[in-house]
């Protein structure tokens, strides 16, 4: 329109609340996810383990369906913390690869396409975009982990009384918190490799690359040194040790059999102390935090 016929005027419309702007981003986001029929099967898989769990807990609780089955109830597993954490740790592993399946061409494809001055031109902070992009991983990890694991917790505590859930109640914050740390921890690593590398077939190598080659080198550098320190490079095995200190699982020192070329022989091996688990992913995620903000901005300088 041209500017001197003066019929352009100021937006009268309805406007969107300022704390509520960054949720555009997940919700054309997930219209895309879904878009592939690969990834809505996928997704519908990662219910599976939890329905397993929740047909175990109804198991426990009916005596008629396991006179039905002909199952003695001392066969079944038992609920406790150990049951809840086996789940948590196979949810983990779906959260991986849907992290993988989301994460990396998110903010990839805007540094690609340059499209990342659009966004901040206008009422958008850095903050908001980030937030906006990160809430994607972050709601559909949250779907197959402790929203679903919680539920469970609940109809477990709904079957027993509120004795068992009294009691048990720290088991419903593992089961949180344990979540929430590898969902960040994944969410933070996803967004980091995206926004550094723009190809997206290179993003999830690197992203796999991350989380396997620290595996091999500290299994490797375990069986060398009879150790558990080189474990503080794995972010698998961070997990496992930060899931298992909220569980109370967690043992500090482990004995294993060796032969190194001789007599077989009993040593042990100690883990590393708890704390030095939370440190590492604490600096997992601050270094993941200053790569994601370092690189998106609203321009580049390219000399």
């Known amino acids: 329109m041209a500017v001197y016929e003066r019929h352009y005027h100021q937006y009268a419309g309805l406007k969107t609340p300022e704390w509520s702007r960054f949720l555009i981003l997940p919700r054309h986001a997930f219209r895309d996810v879904f878009r592939s029929k690969l990834f ?13 769990e929740a047909i175990l807990i109804y198991l426990r609780h009916n005596a008629n369906a396991l006179a039905i089955l002909q199952v003695d109830v001392r066969s079944l597993l038992p609920i406790d913390a150990s049951f809840f954490e086996a789940f948590i740790t196979i949810q983990s ?32 902070s850095r903050a908001e975009y980030v937030l906006g992009k990160m809430s994607v991983v972050i709601i559909l990890l949250s779907t197959i982990t402790w929203i679903p694991s919680l539920l469970l917790f609940l109809f477990q505590a709904y079957l027993e009384g509120f004795s068992w859930f009294s009691s048990n109640l720290w088991i419903g914050s593992a089961i949180f918190f344990s979540s929430l740390m590898w969902i960040l921890v994944l969410t933070l690593l996803s967004q980091a490799v995206s926004a550094w590398v723009k190809w997206r077939v290179a993003a999830s190598a690197a992203l796999i690359g991350f989380y396997v080659i620290p595996s091999v080198f500290a299994a490797v550098v375990n069986h060398i040194f009879t150790t558990r320190w080189g474990d503080i490079i794995s972010v698998d095995a961070l997990r496992k040790n930060v899931t298992a200190g909220l569980f109370g699982t967690f043992e500090q020192s482990v004995r294993a059999v060796t032969d190194f070329g001789g007599p077989w022989r009993t040593v042990t091996l100690n883990e590393p102390a708890l704390w030095c688990s939370w440190l590492a992913l604490f600096l997992l995620c601050g270094s993941c935090l200053a790569l994601i903000s370092r690189k ?3 321009y580049e300088v390219i000399k």
């Open 40 to 52: 809505t099967a996928f997704f519908v898989v990662c219910f599976v383990p939890l329905l397993v």
């Open 93 to 124: 592993g779906f959260a991986f690869l849907l992290a993988l399946m989301v994460g990396p061409p998110l903010v990839a494809r805007d540094v690609a396409n340059n499209a990342l001055p659009l966004y901040l031109c206008r009422p958008f």
């Open 296 to 298: 998106v901005k609203a």
